[in-house]
Each structure stands twice: as C-alpha cells, then as structure tokens.
T-cell receptor, first 109, second 118 residues
Framework: DAKTTQPNSMESNEEEPVHLPCNHSTISGTDYIHWYRQLPSQGPEYVIHGLTSNVNNRMASLAIAEDRKSSTLILHRATLRDAAVYYCIREGSNYKLTFGKGTLLTVNP | GAVVSQHPSWVICKSGTSVKIECRSLDFQATTMFWYRQFPKQSLMLMATSNEGSKATYEQGVEKDKFLINHASLTLSTLTVTSAHPEDSSFYIC??????????????FGNGTRLTVT
C-alpha cells in the first residue's frame, strides 16, 4: 500500500513549468514526503523531500499543503531530460520507502 | 553527492544456478541498505532491509532462503539469488541512506541489475 495517489500520466511542453500533484490524505505528523524519478532501465533518482515546509533545490520545488494531505512537485522549466516516471512517496517511522505506480511525465519538444 | 554502486549491471544465468549482486556505498557508510525488485512496466517492490552485522528483514512473501542477503561491512551488501528460475528474471535495485546532518536524509539508489534466467 503506497498510501499516495498520483495521476497515471501527465504531459508538458519543453521550457514550461510542470506541476505534478500527489495526494496523501492519511499522512501522519511525522511522515516525510519524498519524490523520486526513474528513467527506463535505471535506478530511481532522488528529486526532493520535505516534512512540513516548502522546499527548493536545484532540481525542483516541493509545495506541501498546509494540512499536509497533498503536495505538488514543481519543475520550473521542463526539459526533454525530465521525461520520466515520478514517484511521490510517504516515508513513515520505519524508514522504508514504498513505491506506488507514479506519474509518467512526457515532455514535448 | 552520495553514490551507490551496483554490480553487475546485467547478468544472464542458467536455471538452477545462483547469482550474486553487489551493492556498495562509495562515499558514505550505510548501516542499512534496501533491496528492491522491479518487473517490466511495474513499480519497485521492496524485498528486504539489509542490516550491517545482523540478519536482514524480509518483506512479506519474499523467501529468505531464496534471496540471501549479507551486509558484512558498512559499505557493502550482497543479494544472492539461489537456484534461480526464469520467474526470478527481474530488475534488482539496491539503495542506501547517507547519514543525515539534520532531519531525514534521502535514499540513494544504485543503477540496478538486470537478471535474466534462461
């Protein structure tokens, strides 16, 4: 049970921002929210993670709703290299990451 | 950044033989590593948690006698698929967590091992 809900697929255009949503309505107060992405035949790549506050790094931004029941991964300017499956994961107190089906992001040139 | 190296990247073996996959944390020590399996067009499934110096803990439904895990040092965990069969053909991925300076650090993943059993 991945305990997060994401759209199966999304499409964007190159150089435009992308907002990838994730619902985690049963999240507990100590669960972290992680985002990873995976290209075919490669291991997942860490994108960003957070607990309560919005987070920014060189790859993306993570916007966490005030009630923490949802979050949004923001890619500020999509490139063709950003095409991948994006996984939103809750990490509980057992430190395990359980992957759901993720969102397949297609970036159009 | 933290790097996890996995070897081999692909392996083909005959049914009934055993295959060992290595997972190394190159620039950090990892007391815990995680092993995942991924079938085509599916998501990653956690198989087991590898603990340095102690027994691995397996997820429900994963046969511990078939998937032997050894975590003998702080930088190396191995997964051995024993008596492999075609249904064990899959993409095996390991991961490890670098020590956190504050809060919770992310997992870093290896590039995976493609196992094909003929």
């Amino acid at each position: 049970d991945a305990k997060t809900t994401q759209p199966n697929s999304m499409e964007s255009n190159e150089e435009e921002p992308v907002h990838l949503p994730c619902n985690h309505s049963t999240i507990s107060g100590t669960d972290y929210i992680h985002w990873y992405r995976q290209l075919p035949s490669q291991g997942p790549e860490y994108v960003i993670h957070g607990l309560t506050s919005n987070v920014n790094n060189r790859m993306a931004s993570l916007a966490i709703a005030e009630d923490r029941k949802s979050s949004t991964l923001i890619l500020h300017r999509a490139t063709l290299r950003d095409a991948a499956v994006y996984y939103c994961i809750r990490e509980g107190s057992n430190y395990k990451l359980t992957f759901g089906k993720g969102t397949l992001l297609t970036v159009n040139p | 950044g933290a790097v996890v190296s996995q070897h081999p990247s692909w392996v083909i073996c005959k049914s009934g033989t055993s295959v060992k996959i290595e997972c190394r944390s190159l620039d950090f020590q990892a007391t815990t590593m995680f092993w995942y399996r991924q079938f085509p067009k599916q998501s990653l499934m956690l198989m087991a948690t590898s603990n340095e110096g102690s027994k691995a803990t397996y997820e429900q439904g994963v046969e511990k006698d078939k998937f032997l895990i050894n975590h003998a040092s702080l930088t190396l965990s191995t997964l051995t698929v024993t008596s492999a069969h075609p249904e064990d053909s899959s993409f095996y991925i390991c991961s490890a967590r670098a020590p956190a300076t504050g809060g919770r650090s992310p997992l870093h993943f290896g590039n995976g091992t493609r196992l094909t059993v003929t």
